[in-house]
């Protein structure tokens, strides 16, 4: 259902960034690190409960992931799978926080990966001004150096130039990522356990808006304007459905396409 190749920390806003003071840019980026780092100490936990999941141990997988959010709260992913986790096991309200504390934390890392891919780049500046300035240094003193020292100088001098940084210094600051359209879809499923059915629809139109080849809420929608007897439009979603890969129910179909007919 929903894939993971991304990343997880946290951050503040880039404008707040930018007017605080000195010491505080120092101590602010110190925790981001801090908080970067925990996200890799708790990545392992987080995929051992993805196998738990997705070899259909609940029990199991809801441990990992808890450990994986008592030891980061930002934790989108986690959360998200917990989420899933209450919703098979009938815990409707606990699922419905559990989605809110993923959309919340989602955006909330979404600035941190652009915050730490600038602070990367800040790094890196910093350490090719520091090479630099050495190579400018040792260039001047092979230039009047004689001998043995001129080669050695010469030696480092090449050696250092092939750790230039500067192609990195080119890499483009990623954007920052939408929340993903599956965390809207799920959100969307637990409102229909819950009968609040504008909600669900809400959810489902964001999840085809982030993910126009979302199948599963095209036929989720078409279900809902079945339920309000608006056939044309269920049928516009149904179809869409079946063009973006859903399973749709035959008798389902069957049932609508007689509806549209009268």
């Keep these: 259902m929903y894939t993971f190749n991304r990343f997880v920390t946290t951050a503040l806003v880039c404008l707040l960034l930018a007017s605080l003071t000195g010491w505080a840019q ?43 959010v008592e030891r980061m709260a930002e934790h989108a992913d986690a959360y998200f799978f917990l989420s899933q986790i209450s919703y098979k096991e009938g815990k409707i309200d606990e699922a419905l926080e559990e989605i809110q504390q993923a959309k919340d934390n989602y955006k909330f890392i979404a600035k ?60 483009r600051i990623p954007e920052e990522e939408e929340t993903p359209a599956d965390y809207f879809y799920f959100h969307g499923n637990i409102f229909v356990k819950q009968k609040k059915y504008q909600e669900a629809h809400d959810q489902y139109i964001e999840a085809v808006r982030i993910n126009p080849k979302h199948g599963d809420a095209y036929n989720n929608l078409a279900s809902l304007y079945y339920m309000v007897k608006k056939y044309s439009q269920a049928m516009e979603y149904l179809k869409l459905a079946e063009e973006n890969g859903a399973e749709v129910n035959p008798k389902f179909k069957q049932a609508l396409e007689q509806q549209v007919k009268k």
């Design 26 to 68: 120092e101590d602010y980026s110190r925790s981001e690190k801090l908080i970067y780092e925990t996200y890799r100490a708790v990545n392992k936990s987080f995929e051992k409960g993805k196998d738990f999941y997705e070899n259909g141990n609940l029990v199991k997988a809801r441990k990992e992931f808890q450990d994986v």
């Design 112 to 171: 941190m990966k652009i915050n730490m891919h600038q602070i990367m780049l800040n790094q890196l500046r910093e350490q090719q001004d520091d090479i630099e300035e050495r190579l400018n240094s040792m260039r001047e003193a092979a230039a009047t150096a004689t001998g043995p020292q001129k080669s050695k100088l010469s030696a480092e001098v090449t050696k250092l130039e092939g750790r230039t940084i500067v192609n990195r210094l080119n890499e």
